[in-house]
């Protein structure tokens, strides 16, 4: 009896130091996102979870803002930003070299109110029939109308004026203009149309605490499931 007593006692201590060792091994990640990457990331962020353990607290923020943070020396395990910028933080020794990899590149594209008539044909010729029915040279400029996010904003600016009425064609990131109601998307424009700059990023800061963590993220993030996301969200992969 008192044997089988023993054997208990010790099976319920080893299934909590068992309990104890898994509790040790998972992390929370701070991770600091420029806005174009959330609809991928929200999905992916889950995944990562799910087969890790590890915990993601998440912000988003504009590319700009998400630079500043590095800058400023908030504590960031994993940032993910656009190639230009981070480029910068390496060579100034903000982020850990090495650490960083090209997930995806953004792809801009044309969207019209929902229900609004759509152009046949591919989207680079309707891109050069809009250009030349503005007025390419001189004429163009006081027809375009530049919008700048604002702060907690949840709709694209440019999404919410096609949505309103506002302007017939708008120009923006395919990834956000998927996700919101009220619009339609004609396409990607073509290459010569895309930013070289709107590639996304990950590295680990300087003032990562977890490194070895925030490696597994990262590598998630350019792993095989990641990369079918992307696509799915009208990025390119890489």
């Not at 250009?131 to 390419?136: D, R, T, V």
Request: glycine fraction near 10%; hydrophobic fraction near 45%.
């Amino acid at each position: 009896m008192v044997k089988s007593s023993m054997i208990r006692r010790f099976a319920i201590l080893a299934l909590l130091a068992g309990l104890s060792t898994a509790t040790a091994g998972a992390a929370e990640l701070t991770v600091t996102s420029a806005v174009g990457f959330r609809p991928a990331l929200q999905e992916l962020a889950q995944a990562f979870e799910k087969s890790s353990g590890h915990k993601l607290k998440i912000e988003y923020a504009t590319a700009g803002k998400v630079d500043e943070k590095v800058r400023g020396e908030d504590t960031i395990d994993v940032a993910i930003v656009t190639k230009s910028l981070f480029d910068k933080q390496v060579r100034e020794a903000k982020m850990v070299g090495g650490t960083t990899t090209q997930l995806a590149r953004q792809q801009n594209g044309l969207a019209v109110k929902k229900g609004a008539a759509k152009p046949g044909g591919a989207a680079s010729i309707f891109v050069a029939q809009q250009f030349e029915k503005l007025g390419i040279t001189g004429e163009i400029k006081p027809k375009l109308k530049l919008l700048k996010a604002a702060a907690g904003q949840a709709i694209p600016p440019v999404a919410d004026a096609v949505q309103r009425g506002e302007a017939e064609i708008g120009i923006l990131p395919l990834s956000l203009a998927m996700q919101v109601q009220g619009i339609d998307v004609v396409g990607p424009l073509p290459a010569e149309f895309q930013s070289p700059d709107l590639a996304f990023v990950a590295g680990t800061p300087w003032t990562c605490e977890r490194p070895i963590e925030a490696k597994a993220l990262i590598d998630f993030l350019a792993g095989p499931a990641a990369k079918a996301v992307y696509k799915a969200k009208g990025m390119e992969p890489g």
